[in-house]
T-cell receptor, first 114, second 112 residues
C-alpha cells in the first residue's frame, strides 16, 4: 500500500524567494517518486522523478528534490521563485518498476507574490 | 508530434445518462490510465490498461467502465451518470520501460 501526504494545500512566496513544497510518502516496497505541475486548465506535466539512482534529483525549470529514506520525504525546492511558477504541484508515488499505478497527494497550490 | 488527446474537453449531462469520454494517444504506448481530479483529493485512479484487451480496476472504479480494442484508445464510460461523478477526468499513458506517465489536457464533466 502507498500513500502521499503534501503538507500545506496553499503556499505563498515572494518572487525571488525560496520555494519549498513538502511531500511525505508511505510505501511497503521501494518507491519511485514524482513531482508533477499543473497550470490552470491544463494537464499534468512531469517536473522530476526519483527512480533509486541519485537521491538529489534535478528537474525542469530549476526545480530539484531530495529523496530522504530515513524521513520518508521527497520535498521539492527551487532557490528563486518566478511569477511563472504559480501553479498546482502534485507529489506522487508508485512501486518501483515501470508503468505502475501512481498514487497522488492532494496537491499544493503555489502563489508567487510580486 | 506524438500526443495524447481527450474529447470532449467540456461536457454537461443529466443524471442517469450514459457518457463516454475519449482518450487517444499517438505514442504507441502500451499502458493507459484514467484518473479523476477532485478538490482536496488530488488525482485518483479509476481504471487502467496494460495492453489491448487488458483492463483493470483502480481505486474509484464503481460506476465506470473501460475497454481497450486497440493500442491508441481507452474510452471511459459512465454507465449511468451521477452528480458525484462531476469532476475533471485525465487520461495518461506510458510506454514499455517508462516509469513516468504522460497526461492529456483533461475533460471537465458536469452531471446535473
Amino acid at each position: 500500500a502507498q500513500s502521499v501526504t503534501q503538507l500545506g494545500s496553499h503556499v505563498s512566496v515572494s518572487e525571488g524567494a525560496l520555494v519549498l513544497l513538502r511531500c511525505n510518502y508511505s510505501s511497503s516496497v521501494p518507491p519511485y517518486l514524482f513531482w508533477y505541475v499543473q497550470y490552470p486548465n491544463q494537464g499534468l506535466q512531469l517536473l522530476l522523478k526519483y527512480t533509486s539512482a541519485a537521491t538529489l534529483v534535478k528537474g525542469i525549470n530549476g526545480f530539484e528534490a531530495e529523496f530522504k529514506k530515513s524521513e520518508t520525504s521527497f520535498h521539492l525546492t527551487k532557490p528563486s521563485a518566478h511569477m511563472s511558477d504559480a501553479a498546482e504541484y502534485f507529489c506522487a508515488v508508485s512501486p518501483s518498476g515501470s508503468a505502475r499505478q501512481l498514487t497522488f497527494g492532494s496537491g499544493t497550490q503555489l502563489t508567487v507574490l510580486p | 508530434d506524438a500526443e495524447i488527446t481527450q474529447s470532449p474537453r467540456h461536457k454537461i449531462t443529466e443524471t442517469g445518462r450514459q457518457v463516454t469520454l475519449a482518450c487517444h494517444q499517438t505514442w504507441n504506448h502500451n499502458n493507459m490510465f484514467w484518473y479523476r481530479q477532485d478538490l482536496g483529493h488530488g488525482l485518483r485512479l479509476i481504471h487502467y490498461s496494460y495492453g489491448v484487451q487488458d483492463t483493470n480496476k483502480g481505486e474509484v472504479s464503481d460506476g465506470y467502465s473501460v475497454s481497450r480494442s486497440n493500442t491508441e484508445d481507452l474510452p471511459l464510460t459512465l454507465e449511468s451518470a451521477a452528480s458525484s461523478q462531476t469532476s475533471v477526468y485525465f487520461c495518461a499513458s506510458s510506454g514499455i520501460g517508462m516509469v513516468e506517465q504522460f497526461f492529456g489536457p483533461g475533460t471537465r464533466l458536469t452531471v446535473l
